[in-house]
């Protein structure tokens, strides 16, 4: 498992394309929200509080950057298969299962680098143009929670997803996913947005920090379709929901792993 | 390393019967595996790796049950594989994908790891390369770097799905010359459909057809399976109607026809001397007549 995340890693992190595509979406980032990322304030005024600051920052970072994310994801389980190199492996004395999770890993975190660079990076600016050195342990606790939790379940879901069709459409599916489930306003139309099971980090943006939401509703829409998928975020949700996603990702590992058996005779 | 399979079948999902009741005993040594396309060699091979599960039938290598986990695991910590259609990480460089091969075998020690890449680089001549990435090697080459991470564990077993296929004579030449220096104490069962590379590299060997096991035995008695079945027809008139021909060469003002059949193809067909392929093809021709 160790030496499939560390390989894994290293093939993922030397990836030229992934660098390209993550430079060029966070120009796209820059420019489309300019400039709420510069002052880091979505509307409320509180862009000189550190704490917001970084909820608002991971918050921006996350709406374009999740997508490259998973689109970089889609081809890696199914590469070894593609590339003919799975019967090595296979014939390699250790655990499939351990191989997977080893992969997940390593691809997974290869693949969150540059996310990671780009919310500490505008961390450190921060730090340095407010002066407030909370701000770096704000950002921790932030990306830990807000960012970390919806990169788990992510990760899983891009990896598994080509299983079921060709990359090239998974990704088409999985952008058109991302805005759907997990950006578009709850009573635009039925959506999991803003649900228990959205990957943005909004429940424990509200729940965790208490961050208000500019029409100082504490959670929820009154007429949204699915609000049982949306209770009240207090600290204790937040945490289910952390729960949430970390129990997606290992269910989508588990079926993958079961897949793979299946079509192993 | 012993393989004794008996009753051997496998079905294929669709309903390919791709083994059909295969019994072999297999010695240590270099053993040969020849069969025509679509014959049941990388389905057998696949299973003796560990990689499928057969439908019915017992797997025994050096005495373990591939068919259970604790068995599988014991006959491929000593497996070497070379599989037919081998892959490889095309960013990393030779050194780094046989490091990532020997981690996952289980060599957790990094100067041991180091030690026995660099001597396995050595043999396959691959040295001065190591350090390139494998998106710039040729097939050869890959073949090369493929047989090293097979030996990388040092293996009792040494399994290879037709690995001269697609190499140039020289290089085919080196491959197998080197196989059978590797053969020694292990068992290296090495599939193909090229008889010439048997004939060179083995002494026993197995023939499948359509699933079926149709011979096993050493190369002298394949060979005498064409005994009275070879003849040279000289003509100037239509190649002859029976039989297999295997050869044919101008000759004067006619041709000259080596042919293989179970009686004379013609009344002027000369008896001659038969060789391994010959045998092959007097076998195939039993097994399915064309
Ligand atoms: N995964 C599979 N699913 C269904 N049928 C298969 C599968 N793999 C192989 N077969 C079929 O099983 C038979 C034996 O195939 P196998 O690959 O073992 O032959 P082979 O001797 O290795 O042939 P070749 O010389 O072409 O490599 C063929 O009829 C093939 O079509
Ligand atoms: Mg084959």
Redo the contacts with the bound molecule.
């Keep these: 498992m160790i030496a499939t995340l560390r390989y894994e890693f290293l093939m993922q992190i030397r990836r030229p394309v992934m660098w390209i595509v993550y430079g060029l979406t966070f120009v796209v980032l820059v420019a489309t929200m300019w400039p709420g990322y510069r002052t880091l304030d979505l509307g409320l005024g509180d862009g000189h509080d550190p704490k917001a600051a970084m909820l608002a920052s991971a918050r921006l970072t996350m709406s374009l950057l999740a997508i490259v994310y998973g689109c970089l994801l889609a081809d890696r389980l199914i590469r070894d298969r593609r590339l003919g190199i799975a019967t090595i492996l296979e014939a390699a004395p250790c655990s499939a299962a351990g191989r997977l999770v080893g992969k997940y890993l390593g691809v997974c975190a290869a693949t969150a680098v540059p996310i990671a660079l780009v919310f500490f990076g505008r961390a450190v600016v921060y730090t340095f143009t407010e002066g407030k050195v909370e701000t770096l342990a704000w950002s921790l606790a932030v990306f830990a929670t807000v960012i970390l939790p919806g990169l788990i379940f992510l990760g899983a879901l891009a990896l598994a997803g080509p299983l079921l069709m060709p990359p090239l459409p998974f990704r088409v599916l999985f952008v058109a996913y991302w805005f759907w489930g997990n950006l578009i306003p709850a009573d635009m139309m039925p959506t999991l947005s803003h649900t228990i099971f959205a990957a943005t980090g909004d429940y424990a943006a509200y729940g965790l920090f208490d961050r208000a939401r500019p029409d100082a509703v504490v959670y929820g829409w009154p007429d949204a379709a699915l609000n049982f998928l949306r209770p009240a975020a207090t600290p204790a949700v937040a945490v289910l929901w952390m729960g949430v996603m970390v129990a997606l990702a290992a269910a989508i590992l588990l079926l993958t792993r079961l897949h793979a058996a299946r079509s192993e005779s | 390393m012993r393989i004794r399979l008996s009753q051997l079948t496998k079905t294929?999902?669709?309903g390919?019967h791709?083994l059909k009741g295969i019994d072999l005993d297999v010695p240590t040594g270099m053993y040969g595996l020849l069969?025509?396309?679509?014959?049941?060699?990388?389905?057998?091979m696949r299973i003796l790796a560990g990689l499928l599960r057969p439908t019915s039938g017992t797997v025994l290598l050096g005495g373990h049950d591939v068919t259970t986990k604790e068995g599988r695991l014991a006959v491929q910590r000593t497996l070497g594989y070379l599989p037919?259609d081998l892959g490889v990480y095309p960013d990393l460089t030779a050194r780094q994908f046989l490091d990532y091969i020997a981690l996952l075998k289980g060599i957790d020690e990094r100067s041991a790891r180091r030690r026995r890449i660099g001597e396995l680089l050595e043999v396959v001549a691959l040295t001065e390369h190591a350090d390139r990435k494998l998106k710039g090697y040729s097939g050869g080459m890959l073949r090369r770097v493929g047989i090293a991470q097979a030996l990388l564990n040092d293996p009792r077993l040494l399994i290879v799905?037709?690995p001269t296929t697609g190499l140039d004579p020289e290089e085919r030449i080196r491959f197998r010359t080197l196989l059978s220096r590797l053969a020694g104490e292990r068992t290296v069962l090495l599939?193909t459909?090229i008889v010439e590379d048997v004939a060179q590299t083995c002494r026993y060997l197995a023939v499948?057809a359509k699933?079926r096991l149709v011979f096993q035995g050493d190369v002298g008695a394949l060979v005498a399976a064409a005994h009275r079945q070879v003849w040279t027809v000289t003509t100037s008139g239509a190649a002859p109607s029976t039989g297999r021909i295997v050869a044919a060469l101008p000759h004067g003002s006619g041709m000259r026809y080596r042919v293989v059949a179970p009686v004379p193809p013609d009344p002027s067909a000369r008896p001659a001397e038969p060789t391994l392929e010959d045998g092959y093809l007097a076998l195939m021709e039993a097994a399915a007549p064309v």
């Design positions: 294929y999902k669709g390919v791709a069969g025509s396309n679509g014959a049941g060699k990388t389905t057998l037919q799905d037709e599939s459909h499948l699933g």
